[in-house]
């Protein structure tokens, strides 16, 4: 079996272990349908270099102790509070390279309240790897400002007001020494990493950067390009810069017109245009002697939102062609908006030569009255998706007419499996035909968050899902992913400068999926919430039913339902 999924089985439970970037879907399944007095799973974990395995845990418990103030943490191990669902993802702490053992027990209930264990089965993955080494590793950012687990790590509001610059403000001057010791690498999760290791190798005085930026505004990340213009001279620059000037940041006292005047005044050379609309790409190309070695893309701004509170995917190319994709794409580019025009570069999709059963191609924008070009792709995938599609896409619920907008809707009547994330969920269809939600939108735990959960952060003004990515078919040969700065709407693709790319590789494609699973989840119990209006009782896992009323699982195998089908997808 392919590196990225390991399966084992025991009795009539089998367990699914899919590697996300640096966390792992823990799939389960048990067929035949359990008995009523099965309550959930009980997961274990053992990371690389440790002696034993240690439980998960729950913030749920059966009951709480009467008198005993209801906190939220994870007090409850999952042996004595199973997992009342099909599927998990688990984030190591600390992430760790080596191998991560699972242990999966389903738990049963006797009357009297009794746990009892039914037959584990164990397997083991790899989390922390180069998604596929030597051609591309993906990261995301955390996108947990908004979440029980910042409000547990972070609980002083004050600390929460220290992370960001105040609205308005010029980003490049906020001091961020003033927030907490190591919250933002926590929050830039692997995304940051990966932009961090690209200007640490831009150090070497053997190489020369190219950017293309649209937001601007962290003080770190502009520092380290300071650092590496100083040492150019202006015949030979060693920082080449595109920075978008369209309305918002063309102002005198914006962030990118403040990174434009320093970065001019340490040596680099700057260029300002912003296409039809917007200069939009969030690019990093590293040359090596002349010849370029690695290139970043994907939707993460350089900025204080892009990198700590969005929800972001970041890209770090090592595959030739694909860096040179890049790096031509930038010289076109930097030229200005008539060369751009002018070169036939813009107009077809560029294809790598396939490595390792990896398939990669780019398209590069703005396609001015032919978004077909790079859209019609996309929207073929969707429609010919035959498992699943998942998808997150920041401003889906304004682009009303594009095909893109089109083709996900449809598949709200269609039998296949699909979720889907939006920043807003205004205007789009949100129900499958079994009446299960298919699309949530941003959501926090206000002041009505439920017991035993806690009143989160709203992560400040602006939104909050940037993700610009669909995934079809991640479990089968044919997955595809297509993701990049695009916002795959139709006014886009003809007026910004932008990157889409698609790779078709089930290794890519999986680490896409966990990440729409992981914020699909996350919002989900949310906007439960929010329908509430918060009005229950604390939340407490479910014992085994009285005679004639429904197991907590019984939605889980009604069959052809939303539930069903996930259960199935993940679990087998």
Known sequence: MADHVSTATSGSLTIVLRRGERMCLIGMNIEPEPTPDFVGFAIEV??????DFVFLRNRLAFSYSAGVAVNGFREFTTEQSPLQTFRWIHFPQEPKAGTYQYRVTPMSMAADGTLTKGASATAGIDLFDETVPGVVDIGFTRNFASSQAFTERYPDPAARAAILPAPGSNGLQFDKAQAPAGIYDWLGGKANALL?????????????????????????????????????????????????????HVDADSSESDAATRLEAAGALVHRHHFYSLQHNKVLILHRGGTPEMAIGGSTNFSFRGLYIQANN???????????????????????????????FRTIWHAASPIAGTVLRACFSPHVKSSDVSLSPVTGAIEQATSCVLYAVA???????????????????????SYGIANRETGLKLFKPDGSQGVVDFKYL??????????????????????KFVVTDFNLPTAKVFAGSSNLSFSGEEGNGDHLIQISDPRVA???????????????????????????????LQRPPKPGDPAWFSPFYVKDSQKANDRLLFGS
């Open 46 to 51: 053992k990371s690389p270099g440790s002696a």
């Open 196 to 248: 961090a290791s690209v200007l640490e190798a831009a150090k070497d005085p053997a190489t020369t950067l190219d950017v293309m930026a649209y937001d601007l505004n962290e003080p770190d990340f502009l520092a380290a390009l300071e650092t590496i213009a100083k040492r150019g001279s202006k015949n030979a620059p060693s920082l080449r810069i595109l920075i978008d000037n369209s309305k918002g």
């Open 314 to 344: 970041l890209l770090l190319f090592r595959q030739p062609e694909v860096v040179a994709m890049f790096a031509q794409a930038f010289e076109i580019a930097f030229a200005g908006v008539k060369a751009w025009q002018a070169d036939p």
């Open 395 to 417: 401003f889906l619920n304004q682009d009303t007419k594009g095909p893109v907008r089109k083709a996900l809707d449809r598949l709200v009547d269609k039998p296949l499996f």
């Open 446 to 467: 206000a002041k009505n968050a439920p017991e035993p959960f806690r009143e989160e952060w709203s992560g400040g003004g602006g939104i909050t899902i940037h993700h």
């Open 510 to 540: 999986t680490a896409y999926a966990v990440e729409a699973l992981r914020m699909f989840d996350h919002l989900h119990f949310r906007a439960k919430m929010k329908a509430n209006k918060g009005k229950q009782a604390p939340l407490t």
